[in-house]
């Protein structure tokens, strides 16, 4: 999960997992090759807001014996 705070707001904004760029809305991310790269818009929203701040939440998946 990608949470995106704009400067001033008290509750982030959620961004939400799309399976690839194809598939990107202003509010979205996508994983590729094991990085977070946040959609075009959502992209353009962040940087727009030096003072915002971006937090990303994630697990591991675990270790599968071999």
């Known amino acids: 999960m990608v949470e995106f ?3 001033g707001q008290m509750n982030p904004l959620l961004l939400g997992k799309v399976p690839s760029v194809d598939q990107c809305d202003s509010m979205s991310f996508y994983v590729e090759n094991g990085k977070v790269i946040l959609c075009p818009d959502a992209c353009d929203l962040a940087q727009d807001d030096k003072d915002a701040t971006l937090k990303v939440e994630f697990t591991c998946d675990p270790l599968m014996p071999l």
């Open 5 to 7: 705070t704009p400067t």
